[in-house]
Each structure stands twice: as structure tokens, then as C-alpha cells.
Nanobody, 121 residues
Framework: QVQLVESGGGLVQPGGSLRLSCAAS????????MGWYRQAPGKQRELVAT???????NYADSVKGRFTISRDNAKNTVYLQMNSLKPEDTAVYYC???????????????WGQGTQVTVSS
């Protein structure tokens, strides 16, 4: 079993910053991708950013240049530094851990409980 625990959400004014953290515990394969997704009211869940255990990153166009994803492999923790926040960044942010396994190989996805980020004046 894998558990993901997020922290760091909250209310912030436009232009402000927040840092999200997600700690993974349980049986975790060393080769994996961790990431952040978000879901705004009435919208589908969308990718924000991902990072592999080797440090390769991927960002949604809407957050490039404003958000930075990083991870500490020793702590199985992923971070999302969010700067220059906009009202449209308001959403529930979910942490994700994915690894490939089984025969034939298929993705295994684990999700955190979500943390609310609200950007409003």
C-alpha cells in the first residue's frame, strides 16, 4: 500500500506564493514519477507538473515560469513551489505517484486526498 499526504494549501492573494508538499509512504518502487494535478469546480482534473525520480520535469503551459516542481528521493517527498498565483489557479491540488509494473507493464497510480488552494483578494 502507498499513502500520499499533502500539505501547504490555503488562501493567498493574487501575485502571492504557496508551497505544497506531498510525502509518500509504504511500498514505493525507486523508479517512479511524482506529480501534481488540480481540479477546479466544474472542470476535469488536469496535470500541473510531474517529475521523475531522475529529475526530469514536465509542466502545463499555464504554469510554466511560475511553478517549480522538485523532489527529495531520500524522503519520498515532492514539492510544488507556486509563485505569481492567479485566481484561475484556484483548485484542489492532488499529489500523484505513478510507477510501471506487472506483466505486461502497466501504470499504477496513487493519489493524495487533495489540498485546497484559493487565490483571491
Amino acid at each position: 500500500q502507498v499513502q500520499l499526504v499533502e500539505s501547504g494549501g490555503g488562501l493567498v492573494q493574487p501575485g502571492g506564493s504557496l508551497r505544497l508538499s506531498c510525502a509518500a509512504s509504504g511500498v514505493i518502487f525507486s523508479i517512479n514519477t511524482m506529480g501534481w494535478y488540480r481540479q477546479a469546480p466544474g472542470k476535469q482534473r488536469e496535470l500541473v507538473a510531474t517529475i521523475t525520480n531522475g529529475g526530469s520535469t514536465n509542466y502545463a503551459d499555464s504554469v510554466k515560469g511560475r511553478f517549480t516542481i522538485s523532489r527529495d528521493n531520500a524522503k519520498n517527498t515532492v514539492y510544488l513551489q507556486m509563485n505569481s498565483l492567479k485566481p484561475e489557479d484556484t483548485a484542489v491540488y492532488y499529489c500523484n505517484l505513478r510507477f510501471m509494473g506487472g506483466l505486461p507493464k502497466r501504470p499504477y497510480d496513487y493519489w493524495g486526498q487533495g489540498t485546497q488552494v484559493t487565490v483571491s483578494s
